[in-house]
């Protein structure tokens, strides 16, 4: 599968480029490359029984195509397609184009509304694709099936040369193995692997269309669970981790130091960390919490008990911003008495501090080590660490966590998430780990009002935050999110600001945005967070980090260029205290898409239903693709759609991995072979605690 896709007989240069700039190298590539979807003949009509006023399809050839020109730049396009019962016509004004690639001869589907115009049967720019464009009869026969497949393609290679090339693969290499064991494919009545990718290709019938599909969905998961399992099994009984001893005193004076009671969820969560911890099976645990649910202070419980059992600590954000809040939260929560050393190293920290703290942290003088990815670059070593939180927030990587973890012998992992993560997402991303769940925010929250405007709700946006401001709350206004380049983001946020001034008189405004001198974000900050600054404008920068209760206004312009989570975390940043908050979501598209993402902006709080909604609107294509995840990107599954095969696959793994943990006997072979295939890029992550 792995041999290039050249071995396939008739692929001259050109085509071979052409192959490659779909990103297809390799015969399984090739053989990987499925439709993106299929016509059914039989759903088809035939022109002769079409209605007038429908929405049809139709298949036929193409007889005439005919360009008229009225001006320079108006043109009817006609293309007449006769399918042995009648002709109709596909009409399109000013796009000459088309012309090019609905040559008399070639087999083409129209899809549109029909009408009659003129004493002929026609569709307004139809939505067409190119069944066949070779025009001689004898290159046709690779569809004759009931069901037509339409491959992905580009402007160089057609979905019909695809066709015809992958018939031939199939026809060379059909006779793949099969790497899920004959016991799992018996038990679900699956087809063999060579079968269900033929079926992909060119099924027989929409069953057993959706048999193959089925498989080979449930094929990936399988193979993505069972590396999971494989890693969770070797990270169990690999080799023993820290045994910390159970909260002691120490601990239970810290929590009665605290200002507030700690939350029923906060509680729990810290349980189940201490009880990992002070197993001797190393901990690798995912804290998951909104905005605010109060994960550092359970980060912090965790770190203190490792201090409290001769340990060192690490925390590692992925931001400087929010290192540094890390740091600033955690020192206060301290007081002197705990005797706790806690220091800060990130980019920023000057040389000589650096070596300092190195030092320090080196002979285990340093308790604490909160930062940014400065921790896990060279030099940077611990005497004795025992436990590492990673506060991620989807931007580290594996690699990166394990790195961290590399900087100790077999130290306790928490990861903390503020992104709610959906089941069908965490049993994917976060499968190999426990996970506890801050499903509870502290008392003592106002709450958040959302309400989502069009442009012409902007007035009430800004009578809100005078109200506000005239009440000695503080407003934030993102603004609009440019593709461009962060000068012209930043430039966008300088005139936001003097528009505001002139709304505002006599309100103190401040801005912040990427392209300030660090010293200048900082201060900006600081005064935002002083009261100095009533109404910060700025750009993204403000999505992780700031914490100001006494800010109750949050506006977001253009809010339909941000994600659904990202508006989540910004709305966020509101409701921290005791006043009631609000946030504006200021839409100016009017497309389907953004109208049911506003509705669920506005009608859903909870954190983690929202990310379901917002994986079902987005669709799934980019889950993992740039993140970095260590897992393989999904060809054919799709986790909401497939749930239920998803949560198939993870039992079959788990078990088998308990039964077989190495993959070692020969009925498994296979399968190992494939992770390692699928997971070629990952290996380190797969056998490396
Ligand atoms: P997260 O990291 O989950 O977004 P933080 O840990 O930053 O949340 O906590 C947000 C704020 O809430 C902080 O100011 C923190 O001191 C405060 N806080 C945490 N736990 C509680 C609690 N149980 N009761 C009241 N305030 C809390
Ligand atoms: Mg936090």
Redesign the pocket.
């Known amino acids: 599968m792995r041999e290039p896709v050249s071995t396939v007989s008739g692929i001259g240069k050109s085509f071979l480029r052409h192959l490659h700039a779909m990103d297809i190298h390799s015969l399984e590539d090739l053989l990987y490359h499925f439709p993106r979807r299929y016509l059914d003949r039989r759903k088809l009509s035939r022109i002769g029984d079409v209605r007038i006023g429908e929405e049809t399809t139709i298949v036929g050839t193409v007889r005439s195509a005919e360009l008229n020109r009225i001006s320079r730049n108006r043109s009817v396009l006609l293309v007449a397609v006769f399918d042995g019962s009648a002709y109709i016509y596909g009409v399109w004004f000013n796009q000459p184009y088309h012309a090019d690639k609905l040559q008399p001869g070639i087999e083409v589907a129209f899809s549109g509304k029909v009408q009659y115009r003129y004493g002929r049967l026609q569709m307004v720019n139809p939505a067409y694709d190119i069944l066949d464009d070779s025009t001689e009869a004898g290159m046709r026969s690779v569809h004759t099936g009931r069901i037509i497949p339409l491959h992905p393609a580009t402007q160089k290679l057609s979905a019909a040369m695809l066709r015809r090339l992958i018939m031939r693969a199939l026809d060379q290499y059909g006779d793949l193995p099969d790497h899920i064991p004959y016991g799992l494919r018996l038990k679900h009545g699956y087809p063999h692997r060579a079968q269900a990718i033929r079926e992909m290709h060119f099924p027989g019938s929409a069953g057993r269309l959706n048999r193959a599909r089925q498989r080979m969905a449930y094929d990936e998961l399988l193979v993505m669970q069972v590396a999971l399992a494989m890693r969770r099994h070797r990270l169990r009984t690999g080799t023993p981790g820290i045994a910390h001893a159970p909260p002691g005193k120490r601990l239970a004076s810290f929590k009665a130091s605290?200002?507030?009671?700690?939350?029923s969820a906060?509680k729990k969560a810290f349980e189940e960390i201490s009880e990992d911890m002070s197993s001797p099976c190393p901990m690798n645990r995912l804290l998951q919490?909104?905005?605010?649910?109060?994960?550092?202070?359970?980060?912090l419980l965790a770190l203190l008990l490792a201090q409290e059992s001769g340990y060192q600590g690490a925390i590692m954000a992925p931001t400087e911003v929010l290192a540094e809040?890390?740091f600033a939260?955690i020192t206060?929560?301290l007081t002197d008495a705990c005797g706790v050393r806690v220091e800060l190293l990130t980019g920023n920290t000057a040389a000589a501090r650096r070596r300092e703290i190195m030092e320090a942290a080196r002979e285990g003088a340093v308790d604490i080590l909160v930062g940014t990815h400065a921790l896990i670059s060279e030099g940077v070593d611990f005497g004795r660490l025992g436990l590492v939180v990673v506060?991620e927030q989807h931007r580290f990587g594996l690699r990166q966590r394990t790195l961290l973890r590399e900087k100790g012998s077999h130290p306790d992992t928490l990861i903390?998430t503020?992104t709610p993560i959906p089941r069908t997402l965490s049993l994917t991303l976060y499968g190999d780990l426990e996970v506890s769940v801050?499903d509870e925010l502290?008392?003592?929250?106002a709450g958040t009002r959302t309400v989502v405007v069009g442009p012409g709700g902007r007035e009430e946006a800004y009578e809100l935050i005078r109200v506000e401001l005239a009440s000695s709350r503080q407003a934030f206004v993102v603004c609009p999110l440019v593709d461009a380049s962060p000068a012209v983001e930043a430039k966008a946020a300088e005139k936001e600001a003097k528009e505001l001034a002139g709304l505002f008189p006599g309100s103190r405004i401040g801005i912040l945005h990427g392209q300030m001198a660090k010293a200048d974000k900082d201060e900006a900050m600081a005064a935002f967070r002083r009261g100095d600054i009533q109404l910060l404008v700025s750009t993204t920068v403000i999505e992780v980090g700031i914490?100001v209760?006494n800010a109750t206004v949050m506006m977001v312009e253009n809010a339909d260029r941000f994600g659904l989570s990202q508006l989540h975390q910004l709305r966020?940043r509101v409701g921290?205290g005791e006043h009631p908050s609000h946030c504006v979501f200021v839409f100016d598209a009017d497309t389907e898409e953004s109208q049911r993402r506003m509705r669920a902006i506005a009608e859903i709080s909870d954190g983690f239903k929202l990310a379901e909604a917002d994986l079902e609107i987005r669709g799934e294509g980019s889950l993992f693709g740039n993140r970095q995840s260590g897992m393989p990107d999904l060809r054919v599954a799709r986790l909401i759609r497939d749930f239920r095969l998803l949560q198939q696959a993870r039992t079959d793994a788990f078990a088998l991995v308990e039964m077989d943990p190495g993959l070692d006997s020969p009925e498994h072979l296979l399968l190992r072979l494939e992770v390692e295939e699928r997971f070629r890029d990952n290996l380190e992550w797969l056998f490396r605690a």
């Open positions: 605290l200002p507030f009671p700690l939350t906060q919490g909104e905005v605010g649910s109060g994960k550092t202070v359970v980060a809040q890390h939260n206060s929560l506060d903390m503020a801050l502290p008392a003592g929250r914490d209760p966020g921290r």
